[in-house]
């Protein structure tokens, strides 16, 4: 059974930091590209951060470069976002994305409909 397990979420003040995880199951998680997505009330799912399946390639949203820090460990089947210097408008649902497919190092790769499989996500509130 496929499982991603999002933790790590919780309401901090702006300015602050999170480091959120995400735990990996029931598939082989090192052949795997791992992606963040976020969704505010009202908006579009968006990509945030991604990373290869070594952890060589890693991209960014604009809105986060420099905030947020993607990485992964294989071993122990885990990804994290560390997130640092949050502002309000980080507040959304974050959840992690595993994607099969070859990585590619633009915006275009992340393509939500395109991912195999989906955490349930993790609550961020930034208080201002």
């Known amino acids: 059974q496929v499982q991603l397990v999002e933790s790590g979420g919780g309401l901090v003040q702006a300015g602050g930091s999170l480091r959120l995880s995400c735990a990996a199951s029931g598939f082989t998680f090192s052949s795997y590209t791992m992606g963040w997505f976020r969704q505010a009330p009202g908006k579009e799912r968006e990509i945030v951060a991604g990373i290869s399946w070594s952890g060589a390639g890693t991209y960014y949203a604009d809105s986060v470069k420099g905030r947020f820090t993607i990485s992964r460990d294989n071993a122990k089947n885990t990804v994290y976002l560390q997130m640092n210097s949050l502002k309000s408008e980080d507040t959304a649902v974050y959840y992690c994305?595993?994607?099969?497919?070859?990585?590619?190092?633009?915006?275009?790769?992340?393509?939500?409909?395109?991912?195999?499989?989906w955490g349930q996500g993790t609550q961020v509130t930034v208080s201002s």
């Open positions: 994305a595993a994607y099969r497919k070859d990585y590619g190092g633009g915006y275009d790769y992340w393509r939500p409909h395109e991912s195999d499989y």
